[in-house]
């Protein structure tokens, strides 16, 4: 027999098990529950010309087009979860909880599978995914001006047991014009909302949270505007590096990067940085003399870094001075001091 849950108790019992997206693979690739298998019902095209038929001919006319859809395309759904899998237990959606994910249900029923479907579909996920960005976490950011390792730091945090979220790795881009390189494709607005709601579900809103000090767009993304305000109001630990330090990091991170992907992402800043400096780093990628061209661009990025703490309230900023950058004992000296104050 088919049980129908509620996205939250959907989320909650699927855990260890094979979610089952049934939408098309357009509907999949906008968005979709992190770890879910898109094992498509109706392709695009299909999808898209039975909803030309309901529209033109009624609900009759497209059910009968979908029907000749479906002996096919079930097979194949059965194939692959066997071939994919070897849970009894399957946990299967659509967009409303509808049709699709009704028949899919049925069959896999059949086989002998238990299934769970999820009610009202995808959408509810979606509304408990942005209703999630309302709710008031212990967030502390990791602040400090660029090449101050800050990611690295976040996820030593996390190894010592201290909750952390990556937002630059969900985002998959390090927030700076250069942030691209090295990364893979961006995920897609809605995507990263789900990827970020799955992260905070595995963590207490009571215990600090740690997030990196980043502007509200990253990259294509932008962070919910309700968590946002939220980092903008959270205690900050600035970490404070010699401007020199910074400088060979982002030497050592960005400088073996190709002259032309250097030279594409100064340009992107071309406006803010001004033509002039924007001219003399472009030669300096030219020349070879990398360090030379990362020193004007970090007066640039600590200028704007300055301007965007100052807006912060003073007694909220915590500074740590270290004279070297090892993530690893930056970060156990920020655990110890956050368990000394709790």
């Not at 006319?61 to 899998?85: E, F």
């Not at 896999?108 to 009610?119: H, Q, S």
């Not at 408990?128 to 602040?143: E, K, M, P, T």
Request: aromatic letters at 10%; proline letters at 3%; one cysteine or more.
């Amino acid at each position: 027999m088919v049980e129908k849950l509620d996205a939250s108790s959907f989320l909650v019992k699927a855990t260890g098990y094979s979610v089952i997206d049934v939408r098309s693979p357009g509907e999949y690739q906008r968005g979709h529950i992190p770890g879910a298998i898109n094992l498509p019902l109706f392709s695009d095209q299909e999808r898209a010309a039975i909803g030309t038929l309901y529209k033109n001919d009624g609900r009759e006319k497209a059910m009968m087009l979908g029907l000749t859809y479906y002996g096919n395309n079930m097979q194949q759904i059965v194939s692959s979860i066997k071939n994919q899998t070897a849970d009894k237990h399957l946990f299967v959606h659509c967009w409303r909880g509808g049709m699709r994910s009704g028949v899919v249900s049925w069959m896999l029923d059949l086989f002998g599978y238990k299934v769970f479907t999820l009610n009202k579909g995808y959408q509810s996920f979606r509304r408990l995914v942005l209703d999630s960005f309302l709710q008031q976490r212990n967030i502390v950011i990791l602040g400090g001006k660029t090449g101050s390792a800050k990611t690295e730091v976040i996820e030593e945090l996390r190894k010592l047991n201290e909750q952390s979220i990556d937002l630059e790795a969900l985002a998959h881009h390090k927030g700076s014009a250069f942030g691209d390189l090295g990364e893979s494709h961006p995920p897609t607005q809605e995507q990263f909302e789900n990827d970020l709601f799955i992260e905070f579900m595995k963590m207490d809103p009571e215990i600090p949270i740690w997030l990196e000090d980043e502007s509200q767009r990253i990259g294509s993304v932008n962070i919910p505007k309700t968590l946002w305000e939220q980092m903008r109001a959270a205690r900050v630990i600035y970490l404070d590096i010699p401007v020199e330090k910074r400088l060979q990091y982002i030497v050592n991170h960005y400088g073996n990067f190709s002259r032309e992907r250097l030279k594409a992402a100064a340009l992107r800043i071309q406006k803010r940085l001004g033509g002039l400096e924007t001219t003399n780093v472009i030669n300096y990628i030219d020349k070879g003399e990398i360090e030379n061209a990362f020193s004007i661009l970090l007066r640039y990025y600590d200028k704007w870094y300055a301007k965007g703490i100052s807006n912060r309230p003073a007694e909220k900023i915590e500074s740590i001075f270290t004279s070297e950058i090892n993530p690893q004992t930056m970060a156990a000296a920020i655990s110890c001091k956050q368990i000394q104050s709790r």
